[in-house]
């Protein structure tokens, strides 16, 4: 009687009587970097990555076994798990967790996942630590306006993990009141030009108290931190004064 299997674009014929033996190693024609093999009952498995059968230790005279096949399918999983990581990881910095899901979302078991996601850390081609610095850097160069609390919450977003977030931020000459100072500005600009266009009939006083409370409250919501705020608000009021 002959058993089929089918997995991961693996199919394998064997029988149940006894074990089968490699007894020759055809070149895949679609790809060069594969073998079909022969098995002693006439059947066939694969074709499996050269680099897997060599990993393996798999040649003619090998005995095939259904663990055999296995290890086979899991070695060549990895092995394109791998290189699809590394395509992905071309385009720009990623995550642990960003990989881990651009596998799984491509059909790929979480355990491989993880392994593929150890092997890259070894390699050093994956580093949440370094990635995380990097873009508090790159913020500060780039000049953007954001507050130390929307940058980790946009760290956390990836998937970095919480002490590490802190740990950088920690660690960062990241100043936001620069950020604070830039969006306070624009912003408040802008409120004087929504009070200025609006029907609701206002003093002077009350006019002047409303733009600093809704100013206040964006700043807030930014995620400034309060000493942060109240120093930006200050600087702002001397400017109009001066």
Do not use: C
């Amino acid at each position: 009687m002959k058993l089929a299997a089918y997995q991961d674009g693996v199919i394998v014929e064997m029988t149940d009587s006894g074990d089968l033996t490699v007894v020759d190693k055809e070149r895949d024609p679609e790809d060069q970097q594969r073998r079909l093999l022969r098995l002693s009952d006439g059947t066939a498995a694969g074709p499996f990555l050269v680099l897997s059968l060599s990993q393996r230790n798999i040649t003619v005279g090998s005995v095939f076994t259904e663990a055999v096949l296995q290890e086979l399918v899991r070695t060549d999983a990895l092995a394109a798990a791998r290189e699809l990581s590394i395509r992905y990881l071309a385009g720009r910095s990623r995550t642990e967790v960003e990989v881990k899901q651009y596998l799984t979302r491509h059909s790929y078991h979480a355990s491989l996942a993880d392994e593929v996601v150890q092997w890259l850390k070894e390699q050093n081609l994956l580093d949440d630590g370094k990635l995380s610095e990097r873009y508090v850097e790159q913020t500060i160069s780039s000049g953007a306006s954001r507050s130390k609390r929307d940058l980790a919450q946009r760290l956390l977003a990836r998937g970095v993990a919480s002490d590490q977030v802190k740990q950088v931020m920690r660690d960062s000459q990241y100043d936001e009141t620069g950020g604070a100072w830039r969006d306070g500005q624009r912003k408040l600009a802008e409120i004087d030009r929504k009070l200025t266009r609006g029907s609701e009939t206002l003093s002077d006083k009350e006019r002047n108290r409303k733009r600093w409370e809704l100013l206040a409250g964006y700043l807030y919501r930014k995620g400034y931190a309060g000493d942060t705020v109240r120093l930006t608000l200050r600087k702002l009021l001397q400017s109009e004064d001066s």
